[in-house]
């Protein structure tokens, strides 16, 4: 059973860090890709990042870029997503998943490439 599985939210001010972790198994998490997304209240889910299975191509969204890093460790079958100098308007429920691709080349796809998802993780800043 495939399963991704977000960690590490909650509340935070602004000017904070946080640190989201997503455990995956039931599949090779080596041979993919890895997108983290964020869904405001009220708007769509967006890109946030996204980091190839092992080349470590990385993208980032213009809105957190300079201040959010991605990465991976394929031997722990797990990815992370390190949020520094956070916002209010990062404040949102935050999602991993994984498309049908390996390599990140431009931009992280569209949401139908991404066949798992994990449950997601609540990112809120506010002092």
């Known amino acids: 059973q495939v399963q991704l599985v977000e960690s590490g939210g909650g509340l935070v001010q602004p000017g904070g860090s946080l640190r989201l972790s997503c455990a995956a198994s039931g599949f090779t998490f080596g041979y993919y890709a890895i997108g983290w997304f964020r869904q405001a209240p009220g708007k769509g889910r967006e890109v946030v990042s996204c980091?190839?299975?092992?080349?470590?191509?990385?993208y980032y969204a213009d809105s957190v870029e300079g201040r959010f890093t991605i990465s991976r460790d394929n031997s722990k079958n797990a990815a992370y997503l390190q949020m520094n100098d956070l916002k209010p308007e990062d404040t949102g429920v935050y999602y991993c998943?994984?498309?049908?691709?390996?390599?990140?080349?431009?931009?992280?796809?569209?949401?139908?490439?991404?066949?798992?998802w994990g449950q997601g993780a609540q990112v809120t800043v506010s002092s």
């Open positions: 980091i190839s299975s092992s080349d470590g191509n990385t």
């Open positions: 998943a994984a498309p049908g691709w390996s390599t990140v080349v431009v931009g992280c796809g569209e949401l139908p490439e991404y066949r798992y």
